[in-house]
DNA sequence: CGCTCGCTTGATAGTCATCAACCCGCGTGG
DNA sequence: CCACGCGGGTTGATGACTATCAAGCGAGCG
């Protein structure tokens, strides 16, 4: 994790966008800029909560671990996005969810103390922030009952819908983002030969394509039903 | 859904107790004070959001469904607890869950528009709201990798230790909640069937014991460790 | 040339949903 | 009073789905 000089365009994150006019030098002197290379881990689960994040550039996952080997991606996060909320609120002063960088990231980072005292006084942030909060919960709880009641095939499904959705496509049609089959497998919640194995009949039906670490949507209205009740 | 003529009693809910003293007048007049009886549904899910919800009595589950005959239950709620306030901040105006009363229950209810304009206005109140969201989002996302990665029988345990800490104990030594096994199963996020088997195991291993629509944890350490990485 | 590593495939077993049967207590009508 | 049927609780049998393990394959590299 490295220092960023350039830092912040004062656009893109919650914090600038919302930020008081006088409070904007207070922000600049908390705020510390950092670039992340591919693969480098912002926070992990567990440790102790020093601030929150905004992303200016690239890619993460948010994701919770259960053992050495297996995790589940809960949200991926990219231009604009918050990380490390999670922070916020819960008794204990420990990170969740870890937040990982899947392309080369640029972020600002506020410290914790200084971000709550922001809350206290500027209400149009903290009315941002629990909107947002709102939104994560309810597409953490329908994802919620998608791991309970949906079958793998529909989960990738709904989960290639949901991509298309956040990140929209690359000059090649396919969507943009470039996801390992590890990490698909992570947010769907299985493993990596069964993701390789749906896919393969999502290939074969026709209703996706996939090229390397990227994918296409060549069907949505039969993918769409794989999402339905059975 | 019957008047409650009672009504609140101004130190239960989270906007009695932190509604500004100006302010209050106008809360008294948006409010109304409802009864429901066990089995009566508050709200369903797809129904326009009319308003929030505080609970001075009574245990209603909140739950998401998924065709006609599942569910999964993604909370219970209590006396002082918030229902509907999932209906905030999505662009879509329609409950995402579906809320209903497990044993009687008296409820007020906030026009939606009164409780945003309440928000804007009164900070420590969305404060708390914002406070409450992330800590429902710590635990559903908790939830998510459970159900991802976790067996029945690990989920099982965690959610009779979850019950525990939520509901303590009544006089018999049980946990001061009635749960059908149906409810059980579609908290933990199985079937009935399922349900029964393994809660029979632990039962065997005296690990719980059940009485009717009760259960208690006779051996916490080893439910504990069910819960663990296998 | 041989090695390793990641991708791919096959075989197997475990978990869990589903369906059906059974048991038993209770209310009901003969 | 008894036979009957009904429904909820319980158990058994089966099969689908999916995790896991292991082996094969091929490309890149030392």
Known sequence: MKKDKQGCDGKTCLLCRLSLKEWAPAVTLHRRNFILQKGETLFKEGDP?????FIHEGLMKVHKHWGPEKELIVRFAQKGDIVGHRGIGGLEQFYPVSATALAPVK???????????????????????????????QSSEKQMRNLAHMSVKGRMANALLLLQQKFGFNKDGFIDIALSKQDLASYIGTTYETTFRILNELIADR???????????????MLLRLTDIQ
């Open 207 to 221: 209703l996706v394509a996939v090229s390397g670490k990227n994918y296409t949507i060549l069907n949505e209205a």
């Open 49 to 53: 909560v020093e601030g929150i994040y």
């Open 107 to 137: 972020v600002c980072f506020i410290e914790m103390d200084f971000f709550q005292a922001s809350l206290k006084i500027n209400h149009a942030l903290l009315y941002e922030l629990m909107l947002f909060y709102a939104q994560e919960l």
